[in-house]
């Protein structure tokens, strides 16, 4: 086991550690100065910037409010419709293409609105789009990937808030194959950006353990 140094002594209760290729990072009070990935990239987790009532006030309303659609994917020329739902929203009606299928940007709602201004605030980057995940439960999760579509700012930052389940998040280095995971909070922010995308790959991972929702805003930048 490799300790990691220069993580604050102050508020950090767990290890950091690597094992047999893969970090691991879990339990510590987030320090967003502080890049999760050894190389390559840049990822800042913020942890928890909501307070329990507010990020459940958030899960309802969100549950509640935007239109879900099964995700849908185009493999080999056969159409996938996915258990997870997906919404994507903009402040125009931008299109986003990936796994071979188009989606069009509905108007921003006013709690992602309010959710964007106070990401922007928190990071000091700016968003113009976010799609929305909605896992129904521990089950249902993402394959690895990346964010590179090309209707994307190269390079741009992705901030990543989730409410709901806490579930495990992972990088792997597309060469290395070097792992990175940690536990994403409930009201917690997650930062990708820098050259993230063009070196490591990330996926929810499913787990039998969890049988509450998680609903993931991922703000970005479509280029215009």
């Known amino acids: 086991m490799v300790e990691i140094k220069n993580f604050p002594p102050s508020g950090t209760v767990c290890r950091t550690s690597i094992k047999n290729g893969k970090m691991e990072l879990f339990d510590k009070e987030a320090d967003p100065k502080i890049n999760l990935l050894p190389k390559d ?3 800042n987790y913020y942890g928890k910037l909501f307070n329990q009532a507010a990020a459940e006030q958030y899960l309802e309303t969100l549950l509640h409010t935007i239109e ?9 020329g056969k159409k996938i419709i996915t258990k997870r739902k997906v919404a994507w929203y903009g402040e125009n009606t931008f299109g986003y293409t990936y796994s071979n299928t188009t989606k069009f940007a509905l108007p921003w709602t006013k709690e992602l609105l309010e959710l964007k201004a106070f990401i922007v605030k928190k990071t000091g980057e700016t968003f113009n789009s976010c799609l929305l995940n909605l896992y129904h439960n521990g089950d249902e999760g993402m394959a690895w990937h990346s964010d590179g579509e090309t209707d994307l700012k190269k390079d741009g930052a992705i901030g990543s808030l989730s409410f709901g389940a806490e579930r495990k998040f992972a ?8 792992k990175v995971e ?10 990708m950006k820098g050259i993230t995308q063009t070196h490591w790959l990330h996926r929810l991972p ?5 049988s509450k929702p998680r609903v993931n805003l991922t703000f970005r930048t479509i280029v215009l």
């Open 68 to 76: 879900w659609r099964n995700d849908e994917a185009i493999i080999f």
């Open 41 to 43: 990239g840049t990822v």
């Open 182 to 191: 940690l536990i994403l909070e409930q009201g917690s922010l997650l930062v």
């Open 171 to 178: 990088f792997k280095h597309k060469q290395t194959k070097e």
């Open 206 to 210: 499913p787990t039998r353990l969890i």
